[in-house]
Antibody
Framework: EVQLVESGGGLVQPGRSLKLSCAAS????????MAWVRQAPKKGLEWVAT????????YYPDSVKGRFTISRDNAKSSLYLQMNSLKSEDTATYYC??????????????WGQGVMVTVSS | DIVMTQSPSSLAVSAGETVTINCKSS????????????LAWYQQKPGQSPKLLIY???TRESGVPDRFIGSGSGTDFTLTISSVQAEDLANYYC?????????FGSGTKLEIK
């Protein structure tokens, strides 16, 4: 059974940093592109980042480019999201998601339960 | 960026009825190489994470009931739920993966009368 378990969320002040983690199990982690998707309270879904199988290629929307960094450790079957210079508009539930194919342009076939990040003073 | 526009934003139906949710993209999602439309649909039940229902516009994910039907091509897509059940209470989102940034529709809230 595929499982994605996020951790590391919490309350953080504007301008500070936070690092999210996602522990994957039930599949060969190193074979899949992985991603983070967020959802602001009572709002829709927003893609945040994608990383290739080896970690050599990363992709971001303009809203987080330069502030967020996605990374992975295939030996630990773990995905990370380093978030710097956080803004109030980054407040959201962050989901770890597996992309359904080899490439940055894919749907998300499995999602974690999500972790809440609140950016507030 | 490809903008995804969903309609309606919400709807309420009685159990047993058929529901149609629309999704329109600002540019074609049809890929000429694979001759496929790069459009997915998700269901998000209250308090849960999203679940993949449909990909390639009309291919049902394993385990998804056959009352969920995806159709459309190019820029206009539809999710049809036939014989709606109480358990279908959820928000439904479309997503394009033709190009990055990957983008979602704003969602359709389905309520059961």
């Amino acid at each position: 059974e595929v499982q994605l378990v996020e951790s590391g969320g919490g309350l953080v002040q504007p301008g500070r940093s936070l690092k999210l983690s996602c522990a994957a199990s039930g599949f060969t982690f190193s074979n899949y592109y992985m991603a983070w998707v967020r959802q602001a309270p009572k709002k829709g879904l927003e893609w945040v980042a994608t990383i290739s199988t080896s970690g050599s290629r990363t992709y971001y929307p303009d809203s987080v480019k330069g502030r967020f960094t996605i990374s992975r450790d295939n030996a630990k079957s773990s995905l990370y999201l380093q978030m710097n210079s956080l803004k109030s508009e980054d407040t959201a539930t962050y989901y770890c998601a597996r992309q359904g194919g080899y490439g940055s342009r894919y749907y998300f076939d499995y999602w974690g339960q999500g972790v809440m990040v609140t950016v507030s003073s | 960026d490809i903008v995804m526009t969903q309609s309606p934003s919400s709807l309420a139906v009685s159990a047993g009825e058929t529901v149609t949710i629309n999704c329109k993209s600002s540019q074609s999602l049809f890929g000429s190489v694979r001759q496929k439309n790069y459009l997915a649909w998700y269901q998000q039940k209250p308090g849960q994470s999203p679940k993949l229902l449909i990909y390639l516009a009309s291919t049902r994910e394993s385990g998804v009931p056959d009352r969920f039907i995806g159709s459309g091509s190019g820029t206009d897509f539809t999710l049809t739920i036939s014989s709606v059940q109480a358990e279908d209470l959820a928000n439904y989102y479309c997503q394009q993966y033709y190009d990055t940034p990957l983008t979602f529709g704003s969602g359709t809230k389905l309520e059961i009368k």
